[in-house]
């Protein structure tokens, strides 16, 4: 019998080396694009603070989302029959 069967062929060089290797460019520029994306939203609404004419607009739609958050929190919780003017 010989041992070439019994022993698997160890992987391509260029592979071992991949493993090996910490993130390519590619991957390091993906993920700081998620990020800015992610935050972005975030730092628009600190500046929208500060900017007069962005006050009323951006509160408008706080006030808007945490009613329709209140409303989802009561109708995942059992409260079927919640409606928008229950949550004010």
Do not use: Y
Not at 8 to 21: D, G, M, N
Not at 40 to 67: H, S
């Amino acid at each position: 019998m010989t041992t070439d069967r019994i022993q698997p062929e160890p992987p391509p060089v260029r592979a071992q080396r991949r493993s090996q290797r910490g993130p390519t460019h590619r991957e390091l520029g993906h993920a700081c694009c998620t990020v800015i994306v992610q935050l972005l939203p975030i730092g628009l609404l600190a500046v929208a603070q500060d900017v007069p004419f962005l006050k009323e607009p951006v509160g408008r739609g706080m006030l808007w989302l945490e009613r329709k958050w209140m409303l989802r929190k009561q109708r995942k919780h059992g409260e079927r029959n919640a409606t928008i003017e229950q949550v004010q």
